[in-house]
């Protein structure tokens, strides 16, 4: 049974800084793509980092040079560190796995930045 479980989220004041966690079981960890996507209301999920097996990220332009994601597979954990958020960063944070053609979800965390 594949399971990816958030943790992390909370409401943080602007400027803030938040550092989610995702941790996985019931598949080969390291082997997997793992990526954070956001859904904030009203709008369609969009892809937030992304990290390959290998450890090559990517990014939303619109989260460049603020969040950095990155990988323990001794702890089959991603993480995502969210520093100088803004109020368009609120939304639902979603942990992905993905290992053709398998595609896992978790139940996502909700991250507000609100002063």
């Known amino acids: 049974q594949v399971q990816l479980v958030e943790s992390g989220g909370g409401l943080v004041q602007p400027g803030g800084s938040l550092r989610l966690s995702c941790a996985a079981s019931?598949?080969?960890?390291?082997?997997?793509?793992m990526g954070w996507y956001r859904q904030a209301p009203g709008k369609q999920r969009e892809l937030v980092a992304a990290?390959?097996?290998?450890?090559?990220?990517n990014y939303a332009n619109s989260v460049k040079g603020r969040f950095t994601i990155s990988r323990d597979n001794a702890k089959n954990t991603v993480y995502l560190q969210m520093n100088s958020l803004k109020p368009e960063d609120t939304a639902v944070y979603y942990c992905?796995?993905?290992?053709?053609?398998?595609?896992?979800w978790g139940q996502g965390t909700q991250v507000t930045v609100s002063s």
């Open positions: 019931g598949i080969i960890f390291s082997i997997y793509a």
């Open positions: 992905n796995a993905a290992f053709s053609p398998n595609d896992y």
């Open positions: 990290i390959t097996a290998v450890s090559t990220t």
